[in-house]
């Protein structure tokens, strides 16, 4: 139960919640041009799911930040389990301040032979497209800025900055363990950059010039990026199946009932040691380069003792 594993959990339930209630019902909307659903389901299919992505992001944000300071500053005392909770609390308070007006807004409209679900803007002209400057601006923008700036700072501490001659065990495979998981969240953050660019380009443009949205190809176009930025929810998984070993053997133990998902001895063991790692606050157990160097000489003593105490005895047996 570490800081950045309730992050990840938020993470995964943000995704599950815009896949769950977003992908199937869009595909029906679009496929047949008709909103079967109501009005009150208008509402929430228009707003949660927006929720649920804004809340994603802004995890993201925070395992970021989480890293930035297991690695940078180890010393500093963790963010305890309340504090965390309080802090996943203020990420979806946030996120639904800011798709609030996308639920007070929508509604339905019945025509001859079909009926619509969208957000009647009371400013058609102005609202949509300031509303989607704001949104880029707080959910795209800033927190790519401040993901990119603190992966910046953690590769180069990471990569450019290590002790030479310091080659104790317990440095390297603190280092490694590190490296790896930086490198799985910057991938993480790199998806998700390029799957939401295109969509939030799409209504700048459209913005900036209305003639685009009488264009003939622009339906294609727009469920195009669509597709696409709804796609980032499935690559998470994926990208930590292959790149962490923990979750990996997670993953087949939660599905070991399917008869092609195999548990290893290493599986096991990987969970097994997960379980009897002793930190629990920290998001990761953070070795210092102070540390690994007293427990070298630490252990360096212990063996020269040892060999003493065995001498002695030797010594004694002798005589």
């Known amino acids: 139960r570490t800081v950045t594993n309730y992050f990840l959990l938020n993470l995964a339930f943000s995704d599950a919640s815009m896949a769950a209630f977003n992908t199937l019902i869009n595909f029906i909307y679009a496929a047949h041009g008709e909103w079967y659903f109501g009005e009150v389901y208008c509402k929430f299919h228009n707003f949660f799911p927006v929720t649920a992505v804004f809340a994603s992001i802004y995890s993201m944000t925070a395992i970021a930040l989480d890293r930035y ?43 001859p032979g079909r009926t619509f679900c969208y957000v009647a803007w009371p400013r058609v002209a102005d609202d949509p497209f300031m509303y989607h400057i704001i ?5 795209y923008v800033l927190p790519l800025a401040v993901m990119g700036v603190t992966y910046t700072i953690i590769g180069v501490s990471l990569w450019g900055s290590e002790v030479p001659g310091d080659s104790s065990e317990n440095y390297q495979a603190q280092l490694a363990a590190k490296r790896k998981v930086v490198k799985m969240m910057i991938i993480v953050v790199v998806t998700f950059a390029l799957c939401w660019l ?16 009488k264009w003939k190809y ?15 929810t499935m690559y998470n998984p994926i990208i930590y199946c292959c ?12 599905f070991r009932w399917c008869p092609f998902v195999r548990m290893s001895s290493y599986d096991e063991l990987e969970l097994q040691n997960t379980r009897l790692r002793p930190c629990h606050q920290s998001s990761m157990c953070t070795l210092t380069r102070v540390d690994t160097s007293i427990l070298s000489k630490n252990k360096s003593i212990c063996s020269r003792g040892n060999r003493s105490k065995g001498n002695s005895e030797q010594n004694d047996k002798d005589g």
């Open 243 to 254: 790149l962490n070993g923990r979750f990996r053997a997670g993953f087949k133990q939660v």
């Open 135 to 139: 949104v880029t601006v707080l959910v």
């Open 198 to 213: 295109p969509y939030h380009v799409y209504f700048i443009l459209t913005g900036l010039n209305k003639r685009l949205v």
């Open 69 to 111: 300071m297991a690695i940078i500053h180890p010393l500093k005392p963790r963010l305890s389990a309340k504090a965390t909770i309080g802090i996943i609390f203020c990420i979806w308070s946030l996120a639904v301040v800011l798709a609030f007006p996308l639920c007070y807004f929508s509604t339905t409209r019945i025509l």
């Open 218 to 232: 622009i339906q294609q176009v727009y469920l195009s990026v669509l597709w696409l930025s709804m796609s980032s």
